[in-house]
């Protein structure tokens, strides 16, 4: 299981935001959403729960929940600050690159994920 400190940036000129694992547990997890725009001196903080479909990967539950807040931003390219690259990838939010999106945020997450 991952550190819960571990910590993620989405990063465009307008919205940021900061996702975090709290926690995750063999069918269910729970991570929060820090999101702000420009002009907000308070950002929003969501607290969100994913629970994985009988015999369904959890940490998938939880990237997919990720992206569904990402297309409530973004509907096409976005910036990530990545950690584990060590620098800013653009990254699209389109529904045919899923497949990608999904696999990047899988490794950005989890150290050996479960597909």
Known sequence: MQSAQRRRNLQNPGTSGIFQILRIGPRTAEFSFRAWTTGQSNPRLQTIQVEAVPDGNVELAMVRRMIQLIREHYKEDFNWESHR???????????????????????????????
Do not use: Q, W
């Not at 620098?87 to 490794?107: C, I, N, T, Y």
């Open 85 to 115: 690259l060590h620098r800013v990838v653009v990254l699209s939010a389109r529904e045919k690159d899923s497949a990608g999106l999904e696999d990047f945020l899988m490794r950005e997450f989890f150290i050996n994920p479960v597909r």
